[in-house]
């Protein structure tokens, strides 16, 4: 190779690595603010992290936007609850605007336990998961048999309702039905009802749209439509100005 061709193709090699060095320096400022003002819109919350998902991101903030987010929020609180947030927000304009996108909100079971209605009789139940579903635990009759109710979960205009299907008790498992047609009217009966969980109002644009047992917790799957981020507080505007 020829002086000449030498010099040019190391004068390219080091604008590449010019502009991705100064790509990623401005990605990583831009997923730092972006955590800020994400902190500042989630308080109190006690982690927040965000990731670009674009390569290019440096490249395309020069178009008004940030490409898709990725958003993480840890010890997240709202109404006495402790819980966790991912959200994955489409095509994020440099505004603070987006084209929508997901979220999964996840109540550890923990935490669920102080929201599911209780049977005004007997000892509590306890939520948890056996790997396929949402299932409740505790004890039934006089002598206090421990017992496992399996659960189905179902979404209703904002409101989570879980219906008891089957009861496991000394090792075997009954349909619900069938338990309360046999002992209708007792305790046990009236504690194998549905409940209805209900949760704040969602902001304006948020739907929810189903829910799982996930291994740490209830995971309930969100929508975000396009802009719904909304209109920040004062508070807000003056935690993000810093």
Not at 218 to 234: D, F, Q, R, V
Request: with cysteine; proline share 7%; aromatic share 2%.
């Amino acid at each position: 190779m020829s002086r000449r061709r030498l010099l040019l193709a190391t004068s390219a090699a080091f604008t590449v690595v010019a502009l991705m060095a100064g790509n990623a320096v401005l990605t990583h400022r831009a997923e730092q603010r972006i955590d800020h003002i994400a902190a500042c819109r989630l308080a109190p919350v006690a982690h927040v992290s965000a990731t670009l998902d674009s390569p290019l991101a440096a490249v395309n903030m020069l178009g008004g936007s940030v490409g898709d987010v990725d958003l993480r929020a840890d010890g997240l609180r709202r109404n006495g609850t402790a819980l966790h947030l991912d959200a994955h927000l489409r095509q994020v304009t440099t505004g603070g605007a987006t084209h929508g996108g997901s979220a999964t909100v996840t109540i550890p079971y923990t935490q669920l336990a102080k929201r599911l209605p209780q049977p005004g009789s007997g000892p509590p139940w306890t939520p948890g998961t056996d790997g396929t579903g949402l299932i409740l635990t505790g004890a039934a009759g006089t002598p206090g048999v421990p017992v496992t109710v399996h659960t189905d979960i179902a979404v209703h205009t904002g409101t989570l309702v879980v219906t008891p299907t089957e009861l496991t008790v000394l090792g075997r498992t009954v349909p619900v039905a069938t338990v309360r047609g046999n002992l209708p009217g007792t305790s046990l009966a009236q504690r194998l009802k549905p409940r209805v969980i209900r949760f704040p109002a969602l902001p304006t644009g948020v739907f929810l749209t189903g829910a799982r047992a996930a291994a740490d917790g209830l995971a309930l799957h969100l929508h975000l439509a396009a802009g719904a981020a909304g209109t920040p507080s004062k508070a807000e505007r003056t935690c993000a100005a810093r």
